[in-house]
């Protein structure tokens, strides 16, 4: 029987040495669904993202995956368990090409060559563009163009959940479209994937489900149609008054 949850977290705190940012977080990512973070500035949501990828500790509470206890996990530990993070800013290697950078990607992963094409070729089907400048330094590619080959980066982990911090931060809406399609066409091929997103209607349009954080707690959860539709969240995020 397939888990009803990819990551199911309880209480759940972390921080930054002795300052603490999350608060007690509950929170599920349902399998084979998108689920959004959304709130603003300093809310929590990257730190969040940041202890789920063991970056930071979690300080207490409880982060289950699979049935696996992942709370005094180390990042690479997570990572071999399928929970794949694509950092705010992308932070690819500039100097390297796209490729090279692709294949960082799949560094601890121990696959035969054909698993590993046959993964390159899916990342250049979800992204063509980064074909065509397959041998391109990435650092000079367009903004959008090195959120795909982040995005393509993380695909390359064969993720069980996608987590993206800040998928269309600095971009165009028209580069922003593109990638949401290609998130829709991950997720229809039953990909889970976390979303933090300051665009708060791109993201509940795209989500199934969403979480608002606020100071380091989440306040609010719902479908991501609902919570458009919520008349708390358009004042807060969507600059809608009350009538």
Request: one cysteine or more; a negative charge.
């Amino acid at each position: 029987m397939a888990e009803t949850n990819i990551v199911e977290l309880k209480g759940l705190r972390a921080g930054y040495g002795e300052v603490q940012v999350l608060w007690g977080i509950d929170l599920a990512v349902p399998t084979g669904e998108i689920t959004a973070l959304i709130g603003s500035n300093g809310a929590g949501k990257t730190t969040l993202m940041r202890a789920l990828s063991g970056l930071i500790p979690v300080q207490s509470g409880s982060y289950l995956s699979g049935g696996v206890d992942l709370s005094t996990a180390n990042a690479v530990t997570i990572l071999s368990h399928g929970i794949v993070h694509v950092p705010e800013g992308r932070r690819l290697f500039g100097a390297m090409s796209i490729e090279d950078n692709l294949l960082m990607g799949a560094y601890s992963r121990r696959v035969s060559s054909t698993e590993l094409k046959r993964d390159l070729n899916r990342v250049y089907t979800t992204f063509p563009k980064l074909f065509e400048r397959r041998y391109q330094a990435a650092g000079t590619l367009s903004g959008g163009e090195q959120q795909m080959c982040a995005i393509g980066r993380g695909l390359m982990g064969a993720p069980k959940l996608l987590m993206i911090d800040e998928l269309s931060l600095g971009l165009s809406p028209l580069l922003v479209e593109q990638l949401v399609a290609a998130l829709r066409t991950l997720n229809a091929e039953g990909m889970s994937i976390l979303l933090v997103e300051q665009d708060v209607i791109t993201a509940l349009d795209l989500c199934h489900s969403a979480f608002v954080m606020d100071m380091g707690r989440i306040v609010r959860s719902g479908s991501g149609q609902d919570l458009l539709a919520d008349p708390i969240i358009g004042e807060a995020y969507l600059g809608v008054l009350k009538s």
